[in-house]
């Protein structure tokens, strides 16, 4: 993270044309699909020479279409490098920043100074970005690092998905500028901070839990034992919903599309392809959960009966 920081600092200071970004995207774009397609390649045909232990469950089928899609190998590496872990934190998520940051060099070029509604997207996404980078050892307990081998699904994810999707909503207001008020902006402030503090305290919660149960932090709250011998929460975040932290990603979301106004519905796909994709994630979790803890999960789920949305899902 430093080094990223330090490389942009220093390619701002040397007045490097940062706002061309905007009309490179496309061809950016087009060369990282074709780099992600090489790169699924190779770690396709690498998979047959790894032994079957560190193939991923789901994508040994022996049907080569969606083995490739999916991801024959689970973690694969190049010596202690982890091609899978590097992907998912790294080129994407930075590259999403530094592209956000092109754009809104683009708007001081045109229009000689940012506009409240870039400043905003560009600084809810950088902190989304920094939180993940801060906390990066929390990636490796999520499903696609554990469970999901690494093939085209999640490459193309990782290195085209992120910079060049996130990053809408600031490729919008280069084109279309919007003018937001203070209270309009105070009110979308007041909505991002609150979704970043329940994503943030809820996966703290849950992630210092698992590191040491008896920290002050979380030793007071109820718990259900299950066969495993892991224990369950079932209070604080953990006993509102069952996904807390899904919940405040998807108030952040809307948080990042708000600034561009109503005028069309291109900024709001983020938040539509997420609340897809975190209901279909959810889903995998509850089975995956479900078969890793019986009945303790049951017992879970009427306890804290609401998934993602309290009263509502
Ligand atoms: N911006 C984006 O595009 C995306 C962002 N995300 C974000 O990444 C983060 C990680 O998400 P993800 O990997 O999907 O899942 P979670 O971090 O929610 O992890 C789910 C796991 O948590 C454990 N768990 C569930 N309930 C409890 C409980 N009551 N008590 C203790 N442990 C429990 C279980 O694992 P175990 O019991 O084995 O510990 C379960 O498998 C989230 O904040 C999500 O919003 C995710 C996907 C895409
Ligand atoms: C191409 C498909 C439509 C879907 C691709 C999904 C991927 C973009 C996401 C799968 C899980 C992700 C996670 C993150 C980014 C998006 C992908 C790669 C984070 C790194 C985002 C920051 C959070 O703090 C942690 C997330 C972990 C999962």
């Known amino acids: 993270m430093c080094i ?18 905007f009309e490179l995207l496309l ?53 202690n490098f982890d091609l ?21 060099m683009k708007e001081v070029e045109l229009r000689g100074s940012p506009s409240l509604a870039m400043i905003l997207v560009n600084g809810f996404q950088l902190l989304y970005v920094g939180d993940a980078l801060w906390n990066e050892e929390a990636v490796l307990s999520t499903m696609d690092i554990v469970h999901d081998g690494f093939g085209f ?23 279309h500028p919007q003018a937001l008020s203070m209270l309009g902006a105070a009110v979308i402030i007041a909505l991002n901070g609150m979704g ?11 992630n210092q839990f698992r590191r040491d149960p008896n920290h002050p932090n979380v030793s007071k709250l109820r718990t259900i034992p299950t066969a495993s011998g892991k224990k369950l929460l079932v209070s604080g975040w953990w006993g509102f919903v069952r996904h807390p932290n899904y919940l405040g990603d998807l108030l952040m979301a809307l948080a990042w599309s708000l600034p561009c106004g109503f005028s069309h519905l291109l900024p709001y796909f983020y938040v539509t392809y997420f609340t897809v994709l975190l209901i279909h994630r959810e889903a995998r979790d509850e089975r995956q959960c479900k078969l890793k803890y019986g009945a303790s999960w049951d017992s879970y789920c009427k306890q804290v009966p609401y998934r993602i949305f309290p009263y509502i899902y």
């Not at 330090?6 to 044309?17: D, E, I, R, S």
């Not at 970043?196 to 849950?206: L, P």
């Open 196 to 206: 970043y503090y329940i994503f943030r305290s809820s996966n703290s919660q849950k």
């Open 4 to 21: 990223s920081v330090g490389l942009v600092l220093l390619l701002l200071k040397l007045g490097a044309p940062l706002g061309r970004l």
């Open 84 to 104: 899978k872990y590097f992907c998912e934190l790294r080129p994407g998520l930075i590259g999403w920043v530094v592209i956000n940051l092109g754009l809104l």
């Open 27 to 79: 061809p950016l774009a087009v060369c990282t699909i074709v780099l992600s397609f090489l790169l699924s390649i190779f770690l396709y045909a690498r998979s047959f020479s790894v032994s079957s232990d560190a193939l991923a469950p789901g994508g040994n089928t022996g049907n080569h279409l969606y083995d490739f899609f999916i991801g024959r190998e689970l973690n694969p590496r190049i010596q």
């Open 153 to 175: 699904m999640l490459v193309f994810g990782d290195l085209v998905w992120v910079p060049f999707a996130y990053s809408l909503q600031a490729s919008f207001l280069v084109v």
